[in-house]
């Protein structure tokens, strides 16, 4: 079920913090956006193989194009 998974979830996304604060670039790619564009120090929205929105994960976030496509709005 969802809820088992969230234990993985929350390990797999501080693993990647760890690692990023060794200063290490990571590419990841996620279907949970909010998730991925907390931790995001640059990002990228990918519209049919395409390049569609790019900036910080924070940008990001707060775009209301990508609240209203990929967070709920």
């Known amino acids: 079920s969802l809820h088992d998974a969230l234990p993985i979830f929350d390990e797999v996304f501080g693993i ?3 690692i990023n604060a060794q200063g290490r670039t990571i590419l990841l790619v996620e279907q949970n956006a909010f998730a991925a ?3 995001a120090h640059k990002a990228y929205v990918l519209e049919v193989g395409s390049v569609s ?3 910080t994960g924070a940008e990001l976030l707060n775009n209301p ?4 496509a990929y967070l709920g709005g």
């Open 16 to 18: 990647i913090r760890e």
């Open 37 to 39: 564009l907390k931790v």
């Open 53 to 55: 929105l790019s900036g």
């Open 65 to 68: 194009k990508v609240r209203a």
